[in-house]
Structures are given as C-alpha cells and as structure tokens.
C-alpha cells in the first residue's frame, strides 16, 4: 500500500477501535438507548457507519468496473460536505444508510471488518497511475486519499457522538 494511503487507513482503524470500544464499554441497556428524542442508539450508531462504510465498498466496486476518471479537482460536494461535519452540523441520512432493525453489536463487528478487509485489499493493489478508486453518489469519483479522508471526517463526526452518549450514560448511572 503507498505510504499515504497506510497511514489514512491506519487512522481509520484507529478511529474505529476508539468507537467499538466506547460502546463495548457500556451496559447492554446504554447500548440501546437513545441519546435523546428522534436520536439514534449507540448501537444503531456503529449500524449506521457499518452501512456506509458497505455503500463505500458499493462505491469502489461500481469505479473499479469502468474507465473511471476524476474530475482533476475534488467536488465543491465533497468539500463542503467534510467542512459540515467538521463542524458537527446534522444532515440528512439517505435512506439506505439509516439503521432498520436491531442488529447485534458482534454482528455488526463482523460487518465492519469485512468491509475494512476489503478497502485494504483495493488499497493495496490500487495503482497511483489510476485517478479515481470510489464513485460517491453526490461527491462524483474520488480518488483513494479523498475516499479516505471522507470517511476519516465521518468516523470524527460520529466518534463525537459517541463521546457525548457515553457522558450521558456516566451521568444517568450516577443519578
């Protein structure tokens, strides 16, 4: 894998470690709570980025089967969309991306890893010759360090998130 691309991946891994153990750190009641109304759990939380990171693997599958070529800059979608949630502003979810159902939180481990084993499959045998690795629905083709940085900014947003659902939990076990 170039140099570049390891570490982006490595602080995705990172990201993803901080997340798995912040929710296996609470009680199977935290774990299914809401944060608040119209809020999702943290396990549909770690659902929801699960669901993402498949619609990414979607997304290099459907670049990698074409003559894909980026645009020569990145997306003013794709850069406003990092600069949003930066800033933690809310968006709306696409459908396909909004928990349904109760999965178990192993399974969704399982999930996880599997996407994260074949993003690391593309990303070794990725060639720096070729311009665009995923094919984002909004954003257009992006290449391998903006697909990786995309979803380096998600898992921030979200690692937030969990951050404040797990001072929420600490605070309710106290009172």
């Known amino acids: 894998m170039l140099p570049d691309l390891a570490r982006r991946f490595a602080q995705l891994e990172e990201r993803k470690s901080v997340i798995l153990s912040r929710v ?18 943290p396990v549909q939380l770690v659902h929801h980025l699960v669901l993402a990171e498949e619609q990414g693997d979607r997304e290099i599958a459907a670049a990698t089967a074409g003559d894909l070529r980026r645009r020569g800059r990145p ?43 074949t993003l690391k499959e593309r990303l070794e045998a990725i060639d720096p010759e070729r311009d665009a690795l995923s094919l984002h629905p909004i954003a257009g083709p992006l290449d391998a360090a903006e697909y990786l940085r995309f979803h380096d900014v998600h898992l921030l947003y979200h690692q937030r998130q969990f951050a404040r659902m797990l001072g929420a939990a600490q605070q309710r076990a106290v009172s």
């Open 75 to 117: 997306s003013p979608f794709l850069l406003i969309g990092q600069v949003v949630m930066r800033l933690g502003i809310r968006v709306p979810v696409p459908e396909t991306m909004v928990p349904q159902g109760d999965v178990p939180l192993d399974a969704l481990k399982e999930r996880w890893e599997s996407s994260r084993r």
């Open 24 to 41: 296996e750190a609470m009680t199977d009641a935290e774990r299914a709570a809401p944060l608040g109304p119209g809020e999702w759990s």
